[in-house]
């Protein structure tokens, strides 16, 4: 017999069942006890008879607030960025259920932040692939079991900028106004990720060689983008950088280490990312001849494609020798 029960917290609705050996538990969100009470039937009659029965989910915006919260305490400095890519969205539809909006909506939804609010379709397509991450995370978490914006397509941008990257001055200027000089220098000369910085320890040295593995953590998510181990052997720059660093040099989250980088960066007025060290290890493996293939195995990219996109314009053979070579023909 299935035992689906409700309780109330303030105004708000609750659902909790059991299935699988599991439990379960679902916000209905504001709604009056006799609209409860027929969700609470559909989902016994839904178990009972192992028919899918569409109940009432959520309310948007009741939904979504608590993603919000979720994201906060895992996401701390960049919360503020993903409630203003949703904010838009809660009010244009944080009063409706979940499983009321249609495709269509969305589409209308989309067409109107170009045309009315004159949004970019950079902006566009950010706030629908953060909307969609958000919504998969309930369904991953068995909150919700539907997701709004599944099939929906995030508008892709037309700008295409050149890799930006370091050369020797901007990080003599960095280094000489910075206490964690040891450590931008050591992710300038290795390319790491953040994420890989961030879980770096000096066990990771084997043999001459920063060794990153992909073992997941206790999440699931793996150490690497890729999900593929690399080996970056260590220059003299960052065998140097080492030494001066602790055994595990950096015990903050990636988006504090990102703003530790970016004071830096403007105190010594050469403005950019922390990503940008990594460009400026494969920028400049590429101007010294390094072969993309090898620059590819070093940044660890996952696809041959991303790496000629960055630097493929960089080689000792690029487009400066491609047009030189017309000097002989016209």
Same mark, same amino acid.
């Given at each position: 017999?299935?035992?689906?029960?409700?309780?109330?917290?303030?105004?708000?609705?609750?659902?909790?069942?059991?299935?699988?050996?599991?439990?379960?538990?679902?916000?209905?969100?504001?709604?009056?006890?006799?609209?409860?009470?027929?969700?609470?039937?559909?989902?016994?009659? =839904?178990?009972?008879?192992?028919?899918?029965?569409?109940?009432? @989910?959520?309310?948007?915006?009741?939904?979504?607030?608590?993603?919000?919260?979720?994201?906060?305490?895992?996401?701390?400095?960049?919360?503020?960025?993903?409630?203003?890519?949703?904010?838009?969205?809660?009010?244009?539809?944080?009063?409706?259920?979940?499983?009321?909006?249609?495709?269509?909506?969305?589409?209308?939804?989309?067409?109107?932040?170009?045309?009315?609010?004159?949004?970019?379709?950079? +902006?566009?397509?950010? =706030?629908?692939?953060? @909307?969609?991450?958000?919504?998969?995370?309930?369904?991953?978490?068995?909150?919700?079991?539907?997701?709004?914006?599944?099939?929906?397509?995030?508008?892709?941008?037309?700008?295409?900028?050149?890799?930006?990257?370091?050369?020797?001055?901007?990080?003599?200027?960095?280094?000489?106004?910075?206490?964690?000089?040891?450590?931008? =220098?050591?992710?300038?000369?290795?390319?790491?990720?953040?994420?890989?910085?961030?879980?770096?320890?000096?066990?990771?040295?084997?043999?001459?060689?920063?060794?990153?593995?992909?073992?997941?953590?206790?999440?699931?998510?793996?150490?690497?983008?890729?999900?593929?181990?690399?080996?970056?052997?260590?220059?003299?720059?960052?065998?140097?950088?080492?030494?001066?660093?602790?055994?595990?040099?950096? +015990?903050?989250?990636?988006?504090? @280490?990102?703003?530790?980088?970016?004071?830096?960066?403007?105190?010594?007025?050469?403005?950019?990312?922390?990503?940008?060290?990594?460009?400026?290890?494969?920028?400049?493996?590429?101007?010294?001849?390094?072969?993309?293939?090898?620059?590819?195995?070093?940044?660890?990219?996952?696809?041959?494609?991303?790496? =000629?996109?960055?630097?493929?314009?960089?080689?000792?053979?690029?487009?400066?020798?491609?047009?030189?070579?017309?000097?002989?023909?016209?």
């Amino acid at each position: 017999m299935a035992n689906v029960t409700l309780y109330w917290r303030g105004p708000c609705a609750y659902l909790n069942w059991r299935e699988g050996g599991q439990r379960f538990r679902r916000t209905l969100g504001k709604l009056e006890p006799g609209e409860a009470e027929k969700v609470r039937s559909q989902k016994e009659a =839904e178990l009972i008879h192992g028919v899918r029965i569409i109940a009432r @989910l959520p309310l948007v915006r009741i939904y979504l607030e608590w993603y919000q919260d979720w994201y906060a305490a895992s996401h701390p400095t960049t919360a503020s960025k993903a409630k203003s890519e949703m904010k838009r969205f809660i009010v244009k539809f944080g009063h409706r259920p979940i499983d009321s909006i249609k495709p269509m909506e969305i589409e209308a939804y989309k067409t109107e932040r170009f045309t009315r609010d004159r949004a970019a379709k950079e +902006t566009v397509g950010k =706030e629908i692939r953060r @909307l969609s991450a958000a919504f998969k995370v309930g369904i991953d978490l068995k909150h919700i079991d539907m997701n709004p914006l599944a099939g929906i397509k995030a508008p892709k941008g037309v700008r295409s900028v050149a890799v930006r990257f370091y050369g020797k001055p901007e990080l003599t200027k960095l280094y000489a106004v910075s206490s964690r000089a040891h450590l931008w =220098e050591f992710m300038a000369h290795t390319g790491l990720r953040r994420g890989e910085m961030c879980k770096f320890t000096k066990d990771d040295i084997q043999r001459g060689h920063v060794v990153i593995e992909s073992i997941p953590d206790e999440t699931g998510v793996g150490r690497t983008k890729s999900g593929k181990w690399r080996q970056v052997p260590l220059n003299a720059c960052a065998k140097k950088a080492l030494a001066k660093l602790d055994h595990h040099p950096v +015990t903050v989250h990636p988006d504090t @280490l990102s703003d530790w980088f970016k004071a830096d960066a403007k105190k010594a007025k050469i403005g950019g990312s922390l990503h940008r060290l990594r460009h400026t290890f494969g920028a400049n493996l590429t101007m010294a001849g390094v072969p993309l293939r090898r620059v590819q195995d070093l940044m660890g990219h996952a696809d041959y494609a991303t790496t =000629e996109k960055y630097y493929a314009h960089l080689t000792p053979e690029g487009a400066g020798n491609a047009v030189k070579a017309l000097e002989k023909l016209l």
